[in-house]
């Protein structure tokens, strides 16, 4: 919470909403992933089932992981390299974001990929840290400041400054912006 003050420049006992702090960074902490489609939260040793999509896709869209030790499909082993194949988003040396199935699987079985590795973008690039702590005291300021960021434009349009997303903030954010492409994770 110290960094985010420091962000928010101001001293702590001038904040009278100090308890909403943990929120409003969790809450940019949240759009940052979102927004990404990365996972920064770190996650080690952990499952997750996946469902595959009844067409034929055979390349998978998975949240952000720094290993994959094991696979399975329908509870039957997949071997790296001959079931299944992972790779990054953009080759350069980023977190697993894709699986690829080597072989279709039966159109009659539950098609549940389970994948059991080290999730998570960690630790995070300095810059997405240093968005997400200016989003973070943006959202803070942003209660205060509720119709004064409000402005007509000469055609008669209004913008809102605290509504866009900082040019800084997006510049970094959409760096490792990976494109959207369905995600199905069941519930473990």
Known sequence: MQVLLEYLDIEPEKVRAVSLLPAVLTAAEDFAE???GHQFERQDASTKVFRLPRLGRSRLRIPTARTISSATLD???LVYGLG???DYWDGRGMPLTHVQLLQQPSPYSQRLLALT?????YPPPSDIVDGTYRLA???FHERQATYS????????GVIQYFRQLP???QAAFDL??????GIVQVAA
């Open 34 to 36: 979102r927004y990404t």
């Open 75 to 77: 509870g039957l082993g």
């Open 84 to 86: 299944y194949d992972h």
């Open 117 to 121: 590795g080290d999730w998570g973008w």
């Open 137 to 139: 005291s943006r959202m």
């Open 149 to 156: 960021d409000s402005v007509v434009t000469a055609e008669g």
């Open 167 to 169: 040019a800084t903030v």
């Open 176 to 181: 490792i912006r990976i494109r959207k492409v």
